[in-house]
């Protein structure tokens, strides 16, 4: 997973600098603190907090270009939302695992935390630039805000960081933000929270504004359907067929989702996301 992601165009202008991944200024961190199991996504078994046997020495991954064909299409679909640099070399101060071992357990501890708050810094900057969503500007900024200095914390109080607390308030917040914006939609919306749709035909559906938030859309086949204004958060869209769907204006949908599904040319997208270099 140590590399630059597989995305075929620019860096997306909307997206901000500190939140997408630089291999380059990480240890290698999503290739050593995850677990992997041995499934279509990975080809071997790997334990938490051990290096993958493909990390160099240099903490880049010796197979990058050829990991989807070497049997780690997990690798491919991942997103640290910039955490790695930053715990390498913000939280750690530069000092890598491998020549302060004292450091790694500490170090494979805060990952995840980080992590996931700067996923939620992801989610807010975008609620932040919803014009529906302007009635939450201040709310969201001061939420924003709070992320943010969080992820400044020392090691020790983001291990005590109760996270989980943490995301269920700024996710109620992010609701807030995308009933406002799929209001807009002057429509009777579909409400698919959380619902298993795992192989659903729904070529051509109308999910216009729809909510698929948690939804599990692993395989379903989604050719041509309008998901323009629909909520995406944390949908599964592992192997679904995005072909000819229209996915402009979707709230809170991330490249690895893409990344994990199926298109090509005629999959319209937000703005801010590229085709997947294998679409």
Known sequence: MSEE???AGPVPVRERRDLRADCA????????????????????????????PNLGQDFRCGIHTRLRESGFRGCTVYDCFGAGQKVSQVTFGGRD????????????????????LHELLWYLTEALALPAARSLRDELGAALEETERLTRDEPEALVALDVEAHRRKV?????????????????????????????????????????LRGAQLIGAD????????????GA??????????????????????????????????????????HW
């Open 5 to 7: 992601r597989e995305h």
């Open 97 to 116: 695992w491998r020549r302060a071992p004292d450091t790694a357990k500490r170090m494979f501890e805060v990952f995840p935390i980080m992590r996931d």
């Open 171 to 211: 996710n109620a917040l992010l609701l807030r933000a995308s009933e406002l914006a799929r209001a807009g939609a002057g429509r009777r919306r579909k409400d698919h929270r959380g619902a298993v749709l795992i192989g659903a035909r729904l070529k051509g559906a109308d999910l216009r504004g729809a909510s």
């Open 25 to 52: 200024d990480c240890f290698g961190l999503c290739c050593v603190v995850p677990a992997f199991a041995a499934s279509a996504d990975f080809a071997i078994d790997k334990g938490a907090g051990h290096a993958c």
């Open 222 to 233: 989604l050719r041509d359907a309008d998901l323009r204004g629909a909520d995406l958060i």
């Open 236 to 277: 599964d869209l592992r192997g679904a067929d995005l072909r000819g769907a229209d996915l402009t204006g979707t709230i809170f949908l991330i490249q690895s989702q893409l990344d994990a599904a199926k298109g090509d040319a005629s999959t319209r997208l937000p703005a801010s996301l590229v085709h997947p270099a």
